[in-house]
């Protein structure tokens, strides 16, 4: 069972940091693309950070130059440093990645479980 694990969330004040850890347990083929979601309270899930499997990365507007992705493909993990919080970053935050889990398989988007992050002002 292919599974990602999320962990580094928390309580932080405004202006804090915090590093998100996303890590793959189970049989893995091959990982593609990696990213970052959100979820707040009455809104719908959004695309905070992407990270290609060469490094190519993109970013929400509202996090650029805040939240930095980044990979290592020997540990198939996925970061997300989150520095100059704001109350307004408060979410469940979720881990996505392109996998392929074998070589017969095909390759489809897995989630993790999701890790609260709460920024009080």
Do not use: H
């Not at 969330?9 to 083929?29: D, E, H, K, M, P």
Request: overall charge positive.
């Amino acid at each position: 069972q292919v599974q990602l694990v999320e962990s580094g969330g928390g309580l932080v004040q405004a202006g804090g940091s915090l590093r998100l850890s996303c890590a793959t347990s189970g049989t893995i083929y091959s990982i593609n693309a990696m990213a970052w979601y959100r979820q707040a309270p009455g809104k719908q899930r959004e695309l905070v950070a992407f990270i290609s499997t060469a490094g190519s990365t993109n970013y929400a507007d509202s996090v650029k130059g805040r939240f930095t992705i980044s990979r290592d493909n020997a540990k198939n993990t996925v970061y997300l440093q989150m520095n100059s919080l704001k109350p307004e970053d408060t979410a469940v935050y979720y881990c996505n990645a392109n996998m392929q889990i074998s070589i017969l398989s095909t390759t489809r988007n897995y989630w993790g479980q999701g890790t609260q992050v709460t920024v009080s002002s």
